[in-house]
């Protein structure tokens, strides 16, 4: 079995697919993810339309409800913003599907890391992507030990154009200037940032921004929060125009920062029993996708 051959047009095709897999294919799938990945930014052509797609947790029909809603995807760049697993009921489904279709148009999908593909020093809570591997398979330990190292080969950034696709947040670097602030980045930051409107007020917005807008994310336990300055700074340095992530569960879609940061949730269910989920087609102009 290969990656390349899942049915990824059909939802009933693909988990009718997944659902005969053995344990040893699923070990051979990762291993096969583990070679298709690589952890350097991935730049797409801005001259092909692009989707944006926010959290998944295990929701794997929400996707397909996009791809539904927009139409024809072939020829589109499909930039998945991190976490596939925890919490849903499909957790492996959903990260075989998007390693699949990356498989099968390696320069148009991007699959960048969430803190849900987590280093090992940083597990969030819940984990349960374990779990789901040991009521499968038994013993989870093996698949596990792969899904990490294939979570350790997911890029951090997706360039499209002037968008920068990230989990959490941008890496903030006093003094960098262009494609190399993204040079090696502060895992924890970029995988559990947090925008917020209040930080700082008008200082954030008009004065020397860096040190006094960005502050620890005490509710997360984890990364920062950053104020509109912050932004704005990162912006100026980098000639992107707007950054585009997921991470907050959001009802779909969310703009700060003057909508020069979009956050985006495409999956349903609990916990969360969001009203609707997101993602954003770039077409020339920019239109939020909801279903």
């Known amino acids: 079995m290969n990656l390349e051959d899942l049915p990824t047009d059909s939802l009933s095709e693909f988990l009718a697919a997944t659902e005969t897999l053995s344990c040893s294919d699923l070990g051979e799938l990762l291993e096969q993810g583990i ?3 690589d952890p350097k930014p991935q730049e797409l052509d801005p001259s092909k339309p ?12 929400t996707p397909f409800e996009v791809w ?25 489904e959903t990260l075989l599907l998007v390693l699949s279709l990356k498989a099968k148009r390696p320069e148009e999908v991007a699959v960048l890391r969430g803190n849900h593909e987590p280093p090992r020093n940083l597990i969030p809570s819940p984990h349960d992507y374990p779990i789901e591997l040991r009521e499968r398979c038994g013993d989870e330990m093996e698949l596990y030990e ?30 960098c200037k262009g494609i190399s602030c993204l040079d090696q980045p502060d895992l924890e930051a970029v995988l559990w940032s947090d925008p917020d409107e209040l930080l700082g007020e008008e200082i954030c917005a008009y004065e020397d921004p860096l040190e006094k807008c960005i502050e620890r994310n005490y509710y997360r336990g984890a990364g920062y929060i950053w104020g509109a300055g912050a932004t704005r700074e990162f912006l100026e340095a980098t000639g992107f125009e707007k950054i585009v992530r997921g991470h907050t569960a959001v009802n779909g879609i969310a703009f700060t920062h003057r909508n020069r940061v979009i956050t985006l949730f495409t999956r349903r269910g609990p916990p969360y029993y969001n009203e609707r989920a997101a ?13």
């Open 35 to 37: 070679s298709l990945l």
């Open 50 to 61: 692009a989707l944006f797609h926010g959290d998944l947790h295990g929701d794997i029909e």
């Open 68 to 92: 539904r809603k927009v139409g024809d995807i072939k020829g589109f760049n499909l930039i998945f913003l991190g976490d596939y697993v925890d919490r849903g009921p499909n957790q492996i």
């Open 146 to 175: 792969l899904s990490l190292k294939l979570f350790d080969r997911m890029p951090l950034f997706a360039i499209y154009g002037r968008y920068l696709g990230v989990h959490g947040g941008p890496p903030f670097r006093k003094g």
């Open 279 to 291: 993602a954003l087609l770039v077409k020339g102009e920019e239109k939020a996708v909801l279903v």
